[in-house]
């Protein structure tokens, strides 16, 4: 188990994934200020404890970003 807010490799590994799948999907480009906010976004999600990769990318489609 890790503390909140911290990621393990492999966890950091999954949360580069899902930024680099949603930028591609998003067409967002590495230099994007759009990029920069989803990475936020994503931290922000892991760092409410929402580690799984599905939770995380349901809540990134979900207009209030809970994934309920």
Do not use: Y
């Amino acid at each position: 188990m890790t503390m909140r807010g911290i990621a393990d490799a492999e966890q950091l590994a999954s949360l580069a994934e899902i930024l680099e799948s949603h930028c591609q999907a998003a067409g967002f480009q590495a230099d994007d200020t759009a990029r920069e906010r989803l990475a936020g976004r994503i931290m922000a999600l892991f760092n409410a404890g929402i580690v799984d990769r599905n939770r995380i990318a349901q809540a990134l489609n979900s207009p209030d970003e809970t994934g309920a």
